[in-house]
């Protein structure tokens, strides 16, 4: 009871707390407790994710779950302890990065096999070599065009065309090469 009462309470979070025009979502994906029907369950184990494009924001939200989580058990009399692993924060490309990884690409590739993508609120781990040095993530597709729709990541259908993976190399080594000999 007092894990369900967490769960409902985190809810809120981006909706109370989240400017409605901020990209923003709290999902809680796992909830287990308790091995029988008849016995209740000493603990739970509740298992979610953060996902934002804005790196205060994901961290504000990482101290509200502390505190929410925290304050419900205690206010029904339990305690909860409350472990952020698995943290990944938000992929934010260095601009002036971006741009020239496109314009490098271009060079290479041609001035129409490069395009911006939007924002996604992906978790990736890319994103802890960003926080700490200027970067941008060149995204390849790899969509063979004998297929109607992709094959999406993490998913049982995942595949690739790996006739794609060449030109992602030589785009990678082209931008290595432009920055390492850019005056």
């Not at 809120?12 to 016995?39: H, I, Y």
Request: hydrophobic share 50%; net charge negative; with cysteine.
């Amino acid at each position: 009871m007092v894990g369900a009462q967490v769960v409902l309470a985190l809810q809120t979070l981006v909706a109370r707390e989240v400017d409605p025009k901020a990209s923003a979502v709290l999902t809680l994906g796992t909830f287990n407790a308790g091995e029988r029907f008849n016995v209740i369950a000493d603990r739970a184990v509740i298992k979610g994710t953060i996902r934002t494009l804005d790196s205060e924001l994901f961290l504000h939200l990482e101290q509200r779950i502390r505190e929410v989580a925290t304050g419900v058990a205690s206010a029904l009399r339990a305690t909860a302890h409350v472990d952020l692993i698995g943290r990944c924060p938000p992929l934010v490309n260095d601009a002036s990065m971006a741009e020239y990884l496109a314009a490098s690409a271009r060079s290479l590739l041609g001035p129409d096999s490069v395009v911006a993508a939007k924002p996604e609120m992906w978790a990736e781990d890319f994103a802890f070599v960003l926080e700490r040095i200027p970067g941008a993530m060149l995204w390849l597709g790899v969509k063979s065009s004998d297929w109607p729709q992709p094959k999406a990541i993490h998913t049982p259908e995942f595949d690739l065309d790996e006739s794609a993976l060449p030109i992602g190399t030589s785009a990678l080594a082209g931008v290595a090469l432009d920055y390492l000999t850019r005056a």
